[in-house]
């Protein structure tokens, strides 16, 4: 079941287009104009400072309403394009189970399930009741309840990011409710067939929840094994030949075939995808599985929204502005309020508070998912989904500027005396969370003998450290000896991300693979053109090319070995 659906309009077959005597197919012309067109709106957005989320709705409502996809396909093309973002949200679910941790549920559960399940179930009656006034059908009541009561997980987090805030209090509670909201859609997408009308299903409902509860059993057993037995070794086997692409495919894999099973039982492929993140989220492969995945996961992503903004008629939106603008306002001032009273409740002080609530206050990625699963099975008008696709749409595009717009209302509050209160303290106790409280850190990647003994001198001399490895029995046996370490390549850009290297003071390359020293020099310069690095060569030939590339000192092998052995001579001479 897909999850984006064309407007109502008829599939429409055209001639591929002929360019230079060759045929070029309709599909990749549309992906080619899609791509550029996010290309060149996104780079203007970020010389305004504004999110690239708004550039990727702005860039499919352009092709919607410019006639572009008639000449390119129309309806067919616009089908395949939806079955490619669909690969996204799969992909979503999949890093949203990677990056749901058992440990942070247990440090933030209070917060989590306590703030988390008011928030949810505060915004589901306030939406409901709204629904209910609209006099929508139950079954769209409840879709458009949920809905509107999920935040943007991705959005929010990378804004904290952004502002360098993501290990403040405000950010890790916006987190703990975040995580209850993964929990909840998860729970709901189970149980969202029941609420689909289905064509000639007449089935009374406790039949269905019958074969429902049957289905999810079997699903509950094949997952577990996967997860308990099958993927671990899978991944252990092929981290040991040390082969990237192998490693990437394996983990796609898992990820597509436990969502093809959850297919198969009717419990849809985004409930599977979760499952195969979570089955490793525990794992040391956690972190270079979200480096390889990661670009697949953006570009996948980045054709779902640009598919929304494909769902959005400009001529209808502009009747509706009305509506629109004031669903967007209404949606983000209740959340805010709503989350930011709860956080306060909690006991953080009103500053984290209301960045917890303006963090949460918009719409989220799988709001537009229910939205798109309700309007393909006309729970609504045409007139209704318009509007709360593109007050979604714009809450999400929102959301960044006034997230940097939060510390002054702090502020502008304070001096008009707003409530005081004690700052909550969350425990550092994850990996993740002492990843991101880590500050003038020495990253040291690779533990072997040189690496042990940089490690073990610059903790001794107070400096903390952070250790990228690459071989899966080192990493577990320093995470036993309470070492912070990531299962990472240093060769991966998206490495340098998770190490926090903008906040770092030294980065020390022990291994003297001069291929990989490179390419992980590269990355390091185009983060931090300013941090002294520490590479090391085997050989005399590869010191110069380290040294172009960015290296502040380079350790060779063959010339300490040449002045060791000297050194030694002249003794054995002496004696």
């Not at 670009?295 to 769902?311: E, Q």
């Not at 300013?530 to 000192?553: C, K, M």
Request: aromatic share 6%.
């Amino acid at each position: 079941m897909a999850f984006l659906r064309a407007k109502n309009t008829p599939l429409m077959m055209s001639a591929p287009i002929i360019a230079a005597g060759a045929a070029v197919p309709p599909l990749f012309a549309l992906l080619a104009l899609m791509l550029a067109g996010v290309v060149m709106v996104s780079l203007l957005l970020l010389r305004l400072r504004q999110s690239m989320l708004a550039g990727y709705f702005i860039c499919g409502v352009i092709i919607a309403n410019s006639g572009v996809l008639d000449l390119l396909g129309g309806g067919e093309s616009h089908e395949r394009v939806s079955q490619m973002a669909e690969f996204g949200v799969i992909l979503l679910m999949f890093t949203l189970g990677l990056e749901f941790s058992l440990g942070e549920l247990r440090f933030l559960g209070r917060y989590a399930f306590v703030g988390g399940g008011w928030q949810m179930g505060l915004c589901i009656a306030l939406a409901g009741a709204g629904s209910v006034m609209l006099r929508l059908p139950w079954q769209g009541s409840a879709i458009l309840a949920v809905a509107l009561a999920m935040s943007s997980t991705a959005v929010s987090l990378k804004s904290f990011q952004d502002m360098g805030l993501e290990a403040s209090p405000g950010a890790r509670m916006a987190l703990a409710v975040a995580i209850f909201q993964d929990l909840f859609i998860i729970v709901f997408f189970l149980f969202l067939p029941l609420l689909l009308p289905s064509q000639g299903d007449e089935t009374a409902i406790l039949p269905r929840l019958g074969s429902l509860g049957l289905r999810g059993g079997v699903f509950v057993v094949l997952a577990g094994v996967a997860a308990r037995w099958v993927i671990p070794w899978l991944l252990n086997a092929v981290s040991q030949t040390r082969n990237r692409e192998l490693f990437t495919l394996t983990v796609i894999g898992s990820c597509v075939g436990l969502a093809f099973i959850g297919g198969l039982l009717g419990l849809g492929l985004a409930l599977g995808a979760f499952v195969a993140g979570l089955a490793v989220s525990e794992s040391i492969f956690k972190h270079r599985i979200l480096a390889d995945v990661m670009p697949l996961k953006d570009l996948f992503l980045t054709l779902f929204f640009v598919s929304v903004g494909l769902m959005i008629d400009v001529k209808t939106a502009l009747q509706l502005w009305q509506p629109i603008a004031a669903l967007t306002l209404g949606l983000m001032l209740a959340k805010a309020g709503i989350i930011t009273s709860i956080a306060r409740k909690l006991g953080l002080a009103h500053r984290p508070a209301l960045m917890a609530g303006i963090g949460l206050c918009s719409a989220g990625e799988f709001s537009l998912v229910l939205l798109q699963q309700a309007g393909g099975a006309a729970l609504w008008s045409e007139a209704t989904q318009q509007t709360l696709l593109a007050a979604s749409a714009l809450s999400m595009g929102l959301l960044p500027a006034v997230l940097k717009a939060g510390p002054g209302l702090g502020d502008w509050l304070v001096h008009r005396g707003w409530g005081r209160g004690k700052p909550v303290k969350f425990d550092a106790g994850t990996l993740r969370q002492r990843i991101a409280g880590l500050t003038g850190h020495a990253i040291i990647c690779g533990h072997g003998p040189v690496g042990e003994r940089l490690n073990k001198a610059l903790i001794d001399a107070g400096v903390p450290t952070l250790v990228v490895e690459l071989n899966a029995d080192t990493v577990h046996k320093l995470q036993r000896q309470g070492v912070t370490v990531l299962f990472a390549d240093a060769s991966h850009e998206e490495t340098w991300e998770l190490t926090r290297l903008k906040h770092a003071r030294l980065v020390a390359l022990t291994f003297p693979d001069a291929t990989v020293n490179a390419q992980a020099l590269s990355s390091i310069r185009a983060l931090r053109p300013d941090i002294a690095v520490l590479a090391r060569a085997r050989f005399s030939s590869d010191v110069e090319r380290l040294r172009r590339l960015g290296a502040t000192h380079v350790v060779n092998d063959e010339t300490e070995a040449a002045l060791a052995i000297v050194e030694h001579a002249r003794v054995l001479r002496g004696t």
